[in-house]
């Protein structure tokens, strides 16, 4: 357990610890390669992006929502007149998601165990219940942290709800993640401090503009920097 006078660092989970948007990249290659008799590649992307963002409220963020917003989108295309064997096919490349193992990024568990103890760890991940939890289990990493919390949005509202949850000022709290959307600019907006690791797949819906300037931003190319930085912060 850490000190409970330390500062409080969250992590993202999804392409911050882990890989996750490139098993959505290959799922959406293989929905575009089955509807490939309707729609043009590109055009078919497009009209699933706008499902999703359409369905983001009613399902939330996860593999199941992308399911149901691929099936949406299938229908759309084929005026309703769907095969089952497709709607058999969408449904199963969406399971594959869900049973596929979980991949570390590089420097995840070496910067996770060399901030241990040091450093109040907290887990902040958003998405579906069920399938984060599978997804921490399998990655090995549960041990590291000091208190889980897997949200439906992360907001400014959000993000000052758990610190307060865990007894401590937004001024002692840090959030390091891969999402300007999601990670970095409400986390800011909440008073705290962020890192924003960028990554190469991150999904259009969580992107932002940089929020130049701000004394609480930091940037690093990988986890390898954060002990580093938080160094730093005292």
Not at 57 to 68: E, N, R, S
Not at 154 to 180: D, Q, W
Request: glycine share 10%; aromatic share 8%.
């Amino acid at each position: 357990m850490s000190d409970t006078g330390a500062l409080l660092v969250g992590f993202d989970a999804d392409d911050t610890l882990w890989q996750n948007e490139q098993f959505y990249r290959l799922t959406e290659e293989a929905f575009v390669a089955l509807l490939a008799d309707h729609c043009e590649a590109a055009v078919l992307s497009e009209r699933l992006l706008a499902a999703e963002r359409r369905n983001l409220a009613l399902y939330g963020f996860g593999i199941k929502g992308f399911t149901l917003s691929m099936i949406e989108t299938a229908l759309e295309l084929t005026d309703g007149e769907l095969p089952g064997h497709v709607v058999g096919r969408i449904l199963e490349i969406g399971r594959e998601m869900l049973r596929h193992p979980v991949d570390l990024l590089p420097s995840a568990r070496e910067t996770l165990d060399a901030l241990s103890g040091r450093y109040r760890l907290v887990l902040i991940t958003k998405g579906d219940l069920f399938d984060q939890e599978r997804k921490l289990a399998a990655s090995g990493l549960g041990p590291f942290f000091d208190g889980i919390e897997i949200v439906s949005h992360k907001t400014e509202g959000i993000y000052r709800g758990i610190f307060a949850r865990h007894g401590m000022e937004p001024g002692r709290c840090v959030m390091i993640g891969n999402s300007l959307k999601s990670d970095i600019l409400p986390v800011l907006g909440a008073g705290a401090s962020a890192i924003f690791i960028p990554h190469d797949l991150t999904w259009i819906h969580e992107h932002a503009e940089t929020p130049e300037g701000d004394s609480r931003f930091f940037q690093a190319a990988d986890l390898s920097a954060v002990p580093g930085i938080l160094a730093t912060m005292g």
